[in-house]
């Protein structure tokens, strides 16, 4: 029997019933979501450095498979800012086949790891990290439009953050005045909008409005069409990238990116969602349906898709219910391309740059961000880290530095939370055992030492049991280590308490381990550490342990 975490959402929903009240709720809603995804489709992809086809193409397939096979009741699925910069870099080295291969790849990976049951571990991904890497892709999208938004004359700006910079100062003679005003105008009309009439489609309308300036006056800035001339009508039949092994090993850092970005963005996307609804999403099932999703959109020619957190919290207000607005998303967005495709070869690429500045600005999250600036200088360093290596190295290597060193630091936090110290008989409250007065351990038979371990025993701090063992000098007839505050050991820990009763074997002392809890218990006895066997005794309590070491020969009570 399958388990519901790995059904569908919408087949769960449909096997409740499907009213038509719900029905209509969900068309008109999928509706209004396309209108505000149309623009943003095809922006995103131009950004990315490809044509505004393969956006819409993306949320037509993705945005309709995210929606069938999804573990989230409203979900919206298609191209996302996240994925501008990784497109673009992966296009550039790789070609638009090493594109399609490294989505495919990243499917893969997502389905992989959603019928694994990963799904609860992307909640573990550090805040400064996932901060740090927003605001940095933020400011290469914003960044990456520059040139059409002053229609500067540069046949392909470089792909480095700070070359394309250069090529932008050097390029200022070529600034076009028209474009600069149609790019304003857009901005203004979206900012107008979002301030006065926040339910209208603010995007759509921006460029709509553009559009028919620039075609009824003529006027000569560059558009859609003249950059595009031979956009795509409808969707293109699927076919396979061609194979390259060498390709293939150099796409496989990005696709594990692809994946990773697609993998944060739905399920923080489903979360968000969750909370404005009151349900709860299958963390692993939108895993799966991502990947199916992703693996679709290249094998029809599109670009890598997610869960996208806007879209989707538009979908909620516009009254969506049930997966069947995002499907209904997808069918709109297909009509407009079987039948209105030649209208976009009107819009201005400066109006869509200035879609994309008000998208990098949403990314950046600015308060977000100074709201850390407040908090530790590790979480401070942290971020700025990640930010600075996604600008100005890759986002790859800036996810696997930030995520890295966000472990290193916590690891090093933890390992200063354990406390290894002596115990005197009497101190049975352990949160006393800072108080602890000398004279106490007098009360301890002769030939027993007691070390209390508070913490998680784990490689950081191993090697600290071993030097507390060698403090001792002169080696007691029984040593009881109190490990009630002890909730994870791991192999590290588990070899260091080895050579511990190894060291004690030696010398003739007898091991009690007290009050050892579920998970360590298992990790000894897995690695060989059992009760009566090379002189060591696990005890359930404190006072059982004593009494076991005033049993022992050679102890005196």
């Not at 595009?228 to 092994?245: A, D, E, M, T």
């Not at 490689?459 to 007691?476: H, I, N, R, S, T």
Request: glycine share 8%; proline share 5%; hydrophobic share 50%.
């Amino acid at each position: 029997m399958i388990s519901n975490a790995f059904i569908p959402k919408l087949f769960s929903l449909l096997r409740e019933g499907y009213s038509f009240k719900t029905f209509k709720s969900d068309a008109l809603a999928g509706l209004t979501v396309a209108i505000v995804a149309l623009p943003l489709a095809m922006a995103l992809a131009i950004a990315s450095g490809v044509s505004p086809d393969k956006g819409l193409t993306t949320a037509v397939i993705a945005g309709f498979m995210i929606s069938f096979l999804g573990g989230s009741r409203v979900q919206i699925g298609g191209p996302t800012g996240a994925f501008v910069v990784v497109i673009y870099t992966v296009i550039a080295h790789h070609g638009y086949d090493g594109l399609i291969m490294a989505t495919l790849l990243a499917g893969l990976f997502m389905i992989i790891a959603g019928y694994t049951k990963l799904g609860q571990l992307i909640k573990f991904i550090p805040y400064p990290v996932i901060v740090g890497f927003t605001a940095g892709i933020a400011v290469i999208i914003a960044s990456s439009q520059v040139k059409d938004f002053f229609g500067l004359t540069i046949a392909q700006p470089p792909v480095d953050f700070i070359h394309k910079w250069q090529s932008y100062f050097e390029a200022l003679n070529t600034t076009c005045p028209t474009a600069i005003i149609i790019g304003v105008l857009a901005l203004a009309i979206i900012l107008l909008l979002r301030h006065y009439a926040p339910k209208w489609p603010g995007y759509l309308i921006a460029i709509g409005i553009c559009a028919v300036i620039v075609a009824a006056f003529h006027l000569p800035i560059e558009t859609i069409g003249s950059r595009f001339p031979n956009l795509l009508s409808g969707l293109q039949l699927p076919r396979l990238p061609i194979w390259s092994f060498t390709k293939f090993q150099h796409i496989v850092p990005s696709a594990f990116t692809i994946a990773f970005l697609a993998s944060i963005e739905s399920l923080l996307s489903a979360v968000v969602a969750d909370g404005m609804t009151g349900f709860k999403h299958r963390s692993n099932q939108e895993l799966i349906g991502n990947g199916v999703a992703n693996i679709a959109s290249a094998l029809f020619g599109g670009l890598p898709a997610t869960g996208a957190i806007a879209r989707t919290a538009t979908n909620i207000k516009s009254g969506g219910k049930t997966p069947i607005a995002g499907i209904f998303h997808a069918i709109f967005i297909l009509l407009f391309m079987l039948f209105a495709m030649k209208i976009i070869a009107f819009v201005p690429m400066a109006a869509l740059a200035a879609i994309l500045f008000i998208v990098a600005w949403g990314m950046s999250e600015i308060h977000h961000f100074i709201h850390i600036l407040r908090l530790s200088s590790s979480d401070r360093f942290v971020m700025f880290l990640t930010f600075g290596l996604t600008v100005f190295v890759n986002l790859t290597v800036a996810i696997g530095v930030g995520v890295t060193l966000t472990s290193l630091l916590f690891m090093r936090h933890m390992s200063r939370t354990v406390k290894i110290h002596t115990q005197g008989r009497s101190s049975i409250d352990i949160y006393d055992i800072k108080y602890e007065e000398e004279n106490q351990r007098l009360d301890l038979p002769p030939g027993v030492e007691v070390f209390q371990i508070t913490g998680p025993v784990f490689f950081g701090v191993a090697g600290d049991l071993l030097e507390a063992l060698k403090l001792m000098g002169q080696m007691p007839r029984v040593l009881i280590l109190r490990m009630r505050l002890v909730p994870y050991l791991d192999t590290s820990g588990e070899i260091v308490i080895k050579n511990i009763v190894k060291q004690c074997r030696d010398s003739n002392t007898t091991v009690i381990l007290s009050a050892v809890q579920k998970q360590p218990a298992k990790v000894l006895l897995k690695g060989g550490t059992k009760d009566g066997k090379d002189g060591v005794l696990f005890s359930p309590d404190y006072s059982s342990a004593i009494n076991t070491a005033e049993k022992i020969k050679g102890v005196k009570s």
